[in-house]
């Protein structure tokens, strides 16, 4: 996946703001990246954009050298199937009206042919497994009902389900307990080991980022200020705006104020 | 320096709609000093807002006081009738900062409005003017900007309205100080200031203790003198916060501990602390150690005896193995 000089715009006249501004990164197969900024940085409309679901309004998302914005139904469909994102809030990002069973069954209409009823189920069942859910607790309840950290552990176990090229996850473990992000995680990181999936965190914790990815962009104000190898920016940090975020991040063995 | 506040063996259930209870706070007991920082770490559904909610005698139904005792400067709140507690403890002597507050202040009210309302609670007679100068003498004591008074709510940043909340909230100088996730929904430069007005307020004893309530850990690690570990509605290890962060003693504040995700070096490649399973239901708790269902050390003595909080190494820890091994420590001395 390639990013060229994407840049989006909100309103227009005075009240024109710049979300996203000439960004280009590249996403390569098999990697872990994350993009990393504080609230307001333009972070989540940059993974909207990757996403499909929000056009740029200068610069193009490329997919295997295909322009993603020239896609039709058909090939969206087919997009969607090979890019997958997990939201930062479980409770927009399912329709209310269904429950859980029917919400991840609808998983498989990505697929031109359904498989067989049984091996849905079977493939369901094994994939809230991986998240530390217990089928026979969410399958029968609606979104609504779930808590914070659950509704995110849904959405990771739809993307274990449709198994993408690239999974983009905003934000993917803010509901949830330290110990419980732990485990996720590793079910993450087996989703790359297992099929090379590329993921690419959109998050504002630099020690998250930190921890699982090889490659980080640090946002601020719609542009990528810094990128490189996560060891490498975290060790020297060149952007005043990285060397700032740096210092406001408690640690465990430094003193913070 | 003596305890501003004691709970003993506090409880506070919640009534559900079938005749059951959820014991959210189940029999804790603590004692904060003067100028103390505690911080009490859990994950979410361990009781700890229940907690803060108990400590300040805000029971509203569903939920109730099903025992114990606080007492704030040797009153006792629980026998204290609603009025008096209303008008002569809460925002005096206790002062309550819910979760979110900062989502809950009127978007159709400026921030002056919020301080007037407080100030007239308690003391009816004080006329707008003086109000206003002395929330403007507090806001230059702690280095904010004046303009604060005159915004609206949604003009403030998500930080400047939780700073404004706590400012509202200490207006009468409170003995205690209970904050709830109050750094929770910001950004880590915004969590920063926010931790350091915190300190400020201590060092200036606008608040003369406080008790900050957390998941993270790591924030803990800055602010607190003593941190309490809460797992199901009990207390499982309370201990200086050298104690819990850096040796912590208890199977569960250890795998807290090390689910802790900083950007340190010897981080990456790090085995990460998972706990399998989920905390039992609050409805209905097994009988032994609550812990015990997910703990990779746990015996079949843990599964049949509550253990008691007890004296191990310096702090108190809820575990019945770590009371052996202390023995066997002693032995070994």
């Not at chain 1, 499909?52 to 969607?80: K, N, Q």
Request: with cysteine; glycine share 8%; charged share 25%.
């Amino acid at each position: 996946m390639r990013l060229d000089h994407v840049t989006r715009t909100f309103g227009s006249g005075r009240g024109k703001v710049v979300a996203v501004e000439g960004v280009c990164m590249e996403l390569p197969r098999d990697t872990i990246a994350s993009i990393v900024g504080e609230s307001g940085s333009g972070k989540t409309t940059l993974a909207r954009m990757m996403l499909g679901l929000l056009r740029p309004t200068s610069g193009v998302v490329l997919y295997e050298g295909v322009d993603i914005s020239t896609h039709d139904a058909r090939r969206r469909r087919d997009y969607w199937r090979s890019v997958q994102g997990i939201f930062q809030d479980p409770y927009s990002s399912f329709n209310q009206f269904f429950r859980v069973g029917r919400i991840l069954d609808d998983a498989f209409n990505l697929w031109p042919a359904q498989p067989p009823r049984k091996e849905r189920q079977e493939r369901v069942a094994a994939a809230l497994d991986t998240v530390n859910l217990k089928a026979s607790e969410v399958l029968g309840r609606y979104p609504f009902e779930l808590s914070g950290g659950q509704g995110q552990r849904l959405m990771i176990a739809r993307a274990f389900l449709i198994k993408p090229a690239v999974l983009i996850a905003d934000e993917p473990t803010s509901m949830i307990d330290a110990c419980s992000r732990a485990s996720i995680l590793e079910a993450l990181m087996r989703l790359r080991q297992e099929q090379g999936t590329s993921i690419l965190f959109v998050t504002h914790d630099m020690g998250l980022a930190y921890y699982v990815s090889e490659t980080l962009y640090i946002m601020s104000q719609g542009r990528i200020v810094e990128s490189g190898p996560a060891g490498q920016v975290m060790e020297s940090p060149q952007h005043p705006y990285t060397q700032r975020l740096l210092a406001d991040v408690p640690r465990l063995h430094q003193a913070w104020l | 320096m003596g305890d501003v506040l004691a709970a003993t063996d506090v409880r506070a259930y919640y009534r559900t709609r079938f005749g059951g209870q959820i014991r959210a706070v189940d029999g804790v007991s603590f004692a904060l000093a003067e100028g103390e920082v505690l911080g009490i770490a859990g994950e979410s559904g361990c009781g700890k807002s229940t907690l803060a909610r108990a400590l300040a005698g805000l029971f509203e139904p569903p939920l109730y006081r099903a025992g114990g005792r606080v007492s704030v400067e040797g009153e006792d709140l629980y026998e204290m009738d609603a009025g008096r507690l209303r008008s002569e403890v809460l925002g005096r002597k206790v002062s309550y900062i819910p979760q979110s507050a900062m989502n809950a202040l009127n978007p159709t009210r400026r921030i002056s409005r919020f301080v007037q309302d407080v100030m007239r609670t308690h003391y009816r007679a004080m006329s707008r003017a003086d109000i206003l100068a002395r929330a403007r003498e507090r806001l230059r004591a702690l280095s904010l900007p004046e303009r604060v008074l005159e915004a609206y709510p949604f003009a403030l940043s998500g930080g400047m309205q939780q700073r404004a909340v706590i400012l509202v909230s200490t207006l009468l100088n409170p003995t205690v100080l209970i904050a709830d996730e109050p750094t929770s929904a910001l950004d880590v430069s915004t969590q920063k200031a926010l931790v350091a007005m915190l300190k400020d307020l201590l060092q200036r004893k606008i608040a003369r203790s406080l008790i900050f309530i957390t998941h993270d850990i790591v924030t803990l690690r800055h602010i607190c003198d003593r941190i309490a570990v809460m797992y199901a509605g009990e207390l499982v290890e309370l201990g200086t916060t050298d104690q819990v962060i850096f040796d912590p003693l208890h199977p569960y504040t250890r795998a807290l501990v090390g689910a802790v995700l900083v950007p340190e070096p010897g981080m990456r490649g790090r085995k990460l602390g998972t706990i399998p399973g989920a905390p039992p239901d609050l409805g209905d708790l097994p009988p032994g150690c609550r812990f015990a269902p997910r703990c990779t050390e746990h015996d079949e003595e843990c599964r049949a005896r509550h253990g008691e909080l007890r004296l191990v190494r310096g702090r108190l820890v809820r575990c019945a193995r770590l009371g052996d091994a202390a023995k066997e420590e002693a032995r070994c001395e």
